[in-house]
């Protein structure tokens, strides 16, 4: 936590102490729950971390229920542009908690505003997930982001620079770097159990473009769906009401990298952990027919592979690997794995080092990666899924999906992450801001 945060916590502590006196000298005999006092194990309240959540849909209420879990964490507030979700976002916690406490605002700047909050969960739509965790920076807050965390490759460079400048914690929602058999196919990678790393197999949904509108509707009052809000920073357009229920998916002014970021931020995220590869990117992006390849300076390839039908018949894939599976091959063998928690090994002799699998974690879990989060809130150290390790896997995304969409090889220098002698594809790297949007 920040110094101010820190002295926050530290009031609280002073009030609670003198609170407590100055009861046994001027009160009648008080029984206070040990639990309340932080004893049995329990986190005091003024030792807790103090949560907003910004945009509280599916993915959202997911990763709140996990949360929700730490007893060194409290949810103290939502923020959401539409009425129903923030109501039904407020009854979860304050289910969870027994009280009533959980404060609700149609306007998340109303939470940056608030000097007890210290971390934000971020969770809208790909649209304001950099500008809202920029601004959260800015305001001293530490931040879960859910992925795609920028809807371009300047984008989130703007935000691993704002991270980096503010000294503030970020952790990506890229839960897979935190999940047992995610993080053992790595290891094996990246010991040489496989040999030397050959191809890198990342499956991603086949990309596509969608400019089309909806048909108007009338724009509802704004304390029930704010939709200028809800646009942001994204171009204008009428509202209709299933953009605020999903149907924004697909479309090029609200979704990241024509759709390719949505399997591709933790597919190609493993990849590149699995090459070793954090602190650079691929230096060729070329499409293929049913895929991209992307080829870094070291030789090692990732192959994006467009998967027609994510959830079913997905060829040259194992098919009870569940979602997002990833395929690791070397010179003397490979490992698959996916969502289902399963793993397989073309090395007879590695089996033994795969070891019991019988408690498997589904790939979408976030109980780790968010702990690992919190953890980083108090030590102050760099989480699994930090901003830099975050920018690189997106910009790789991002990269490949304009090579998919210009149809020719882009060669990108891993430093700058600029396209090398294209200015079509360098123009593309960022996209016109509404101005004003709010």
């Known amino acids: ?37 932080g004893r049995d194990g329990a986190t005091a309240p003024s030792e807790r971390i103090q949560l907003g959540v910004i945009g509280i849909g599916p993915r959202c209420t997911y990763d709140l229920k996990a949360m929700l879990n730490f007893s060194d964490v409290q949810c103290v507030a939502i923020a959401d542009v539409q009425e129903s979700r923030r109501s039904k976002g407020k009854a979860l916690v304050d289910s969870h908690y027994g009280n009533q406490d959980c404060q609700i605002t149609r306007d998340f700047r109303e939470l940056l505003d608030r000097k007890d909050i210290d971390a934000m969960l971020i969770a809208t739509g790909d649209r304001w997930h950099a500008s809202a965790a920029m601004m959260a920076a800015e305001a001293g807050k530490d931040i879960y982001c859910e992925k795609p965390c920028g809807l371009t490759i300047d984008f989130c460079q703007q935000l691993a620079a704002t991270i ?57 009052n704004r304390d029930v769906v704010d939709w200028n809000l809800w646009l942001g920073p994204a171009p204008w357009r009428p509202f209709n009401s299933q953009y605020v229920n999903g149907k924004w998916r697909g479309q090029w002014d609200f979704d990241s990298g024509a759709k390719l970021l949505d399997w591709g931020a933790h597919t190609v995220d493993l990849c590149q952990w699995a090459n070793q590869a954090d602190d650079t990117i691929p230096t060729e992006y070329e499409p293929m027919p049913k895929g991209i390849q992307c080829t870094y300076s070291n030789g090692v390839k990732i192959v994006m592979d467009f998967l027609e039908t994510p959830f079913a018949n997905r060829p040259g894939w194992i098919q009870t690997m569940g979602t997002c599976p990833v395929r690791f091959v070397g010179d003397e063998g490979s490992v698959e794995t996916g969502d289902s928690g399963d793993l397989e090994v073309s090395i007879a002799s590695l089996q033994k080092e795969l070891g019991d699998n019988a408690k498997k974690v589904v790939g979408l879990d976030v109980s ?11 030590s ?28 020719r ?10 396209f090398i002698n294209d200015a079509e594809a360098n123009s593309l790297r960022s996209r016109p801001l509404r101005d004003p949007w709010l």
Not at 1 to 29: C, D, E, H, Q, Y
Not at 201 to 217: F, G, H, K, R
Not at 409 to 418: F, G, H, M
Request: aromatic residues 6%.
């Open 1 to 37: 936590m920040t110094t101010k945060n820190l002295s926050l916590l530290g009031s609280r502590r002073s009030f609670l102490k003198t609170s407590i006196a100055a009861s046994a000298v001027f009160a009648l005999p008080t029984i206070v729950p040990s639990r309340s006092l």
């Open 164 to 220: 980096k400048r503010t000294k503030r914690i970020f952790q990506a929602g890229t839960q897979r770097r935190s999940v047992p058999n995610f993080v053992k196919a790595v290891e094996l990678a990246q010991k040489g159990k496989l040999g030397k790393l050959q191809t890198l197999y990342a499956s991603v949904y086949t990309p596509s473009i969608d400019n089309t509108w909806l048909p108007p509707e009338a724009s509802p």
């Open 368 to 378: 780790t990666h968010a702990r690992n989060f919190f953890d980083c809130v108090r």
């Open 380 to 407: 102050r150290e760099q989480p699994v899924a930090n901003a830099e390790v975050m920018k690189r896997s997106h910009v790789a995304c991002h990269a490949a999906a304009l090579s998919w969409i210009l149809q």
């Open 409 to 418: 090889k882009l060669q990108v220098d891993p430093v700058t992450e600029n």
